[in-house]
């Protein structure tokens, strides 16, 4: 089947967040939402997820899912804002475990911080399916970037989070902790397995030099034919040295901080102390 899909494109974080439609009924998906976050004052704004709301609520849709690809580094998951609003289950891969083992040491969160994935209502492994109305989707376990990156095959349609960017743009970063160039390699292998028509949608655009529009559809086949970093047969030892030599060039994301935090606890923060404050915590000289 061909879901219908409709992004959204978040300026702050050049992030697309997806509604994933059952065309012959009113079950949808969400993937990868944006909870809005200004860094300078620490304020949190719901504009970016009231959008995918109002899309929903016109359109009368039954939210099933919020999918998250991986625990993203870059922007705040919206997933329980839409929850409470929207209803849906919140998955994510169950390597969540190891990422939020690896932070939660970071982030000094103690005992009390669970780090069995329990935030999430469920967990997924490589080979599972799920459905979405009458949709099937499967899911690929595609580490690299990070350990719990999934990428989910929807009908016709595959959601890559960061794993591949547009052809023009290239592929993903792999040097946060529990990252790797050769999995990553392997990970767009087995994307690129996939038949040619496949249409993928990527989780962030850059707009690569000399592109006028940002966009987030391509396939299959042109990511084999044109992407600049996997493209044309490129060799598992000529991309580990590219992409290792890139990613010791690039600075962390500018939310990365306050991301990792809220995105480790399934969109939630962390908890509030005895007077009702939330706060983030910097650790110095960590990442």
């Given at each position: 089947m061909t879901p219908k899909i409709?992004?959204?494109?978040?300026?702050?974080?050049?992030?697309?967040?997806?509604?994933?439609?059952?065309?012959?009924?009113?079950a949808c998906a969400i993937v990868d939402s944006v909870l809005d976050f200004d860094y300078s004052s620490g304020r949190t704004d719901t504009k970016s997820a009231d959008a995918i709301i109002a899309f929903v609520r016109e359109n009368d849709l039954d939210v099933q899912w919020l999918l998250e690809t991986h625990v993203h580094a870059d922007h705040l998951s919206a997933a329980p804002y839409l929850q409470d609003a929207l209803g849906g289950k919140i998955g994510i891969g169950d390597r969540i475990q190891v990422v939020q083992d690896t932070f939660g040491k970071v982030f000094n969160e103690g005992t009390e911080f669970q780090r069995d994935g329990s935030q999430f209502d469920q967990l997924f492994v490589e080979g599972d399916s799920f459905h979405i109305g009458q949709l099937r989707a499967d899911v690929l376990h595609t580490p690299g970037h990070t350990p719990a990156c999934l990428t989910y095959v929807v009908g016709d349609a595959a959601f890559v989070g960061d794993t591949l960017?547009?052809?023009?743009?290239?592929?993903?970063?792999?040097?946060?902790?529990g990252g790797s160039s050769e999995q990553l390699y392997d990970s767009v292998q087995k994307i690129l397995a996939l038949p040619d028509e496949t249409?993928?949608?990527?989780?962030?655009?850059?707009?690569?030099?000399?592109?006028?529009?940002?966009?987030?559809?391509?396939?299959v086949g042109e990511q084999k034919a044109k992407n600049v970093h996997v493209g044309a047969g490129a060799s598992k030892d000529d991309f580990v040295e590219m992409r290792d030599a890139r990613d010791a060039t690039l600075a962390m994301p500018k939310l990365i901080i306050p991301s990792l935090q809220v995105n480790m606890r399934a969109g939630q923060m962390p908890p509030a102390d005895k007077d009702g404050k939330v706060f983030l915590k910097v650790p110095v000289n960590e990442l």
């Open positions: 409709t992004g959204f494109f978040d300026d702050a974080t050049n992030t697309i967040s997806y509604v994933v439609q059952d065309p012959e009924g009113r960017f547009m052809p023009d743009f290239g592929t993903a970063r792999c040097d946060f902790p249409r993928i949608f990527v989780g962030h655009d850059y707009k690569a030099p000399g592109r006028e529009e940002y966009a987030w559809e391509t396939t």
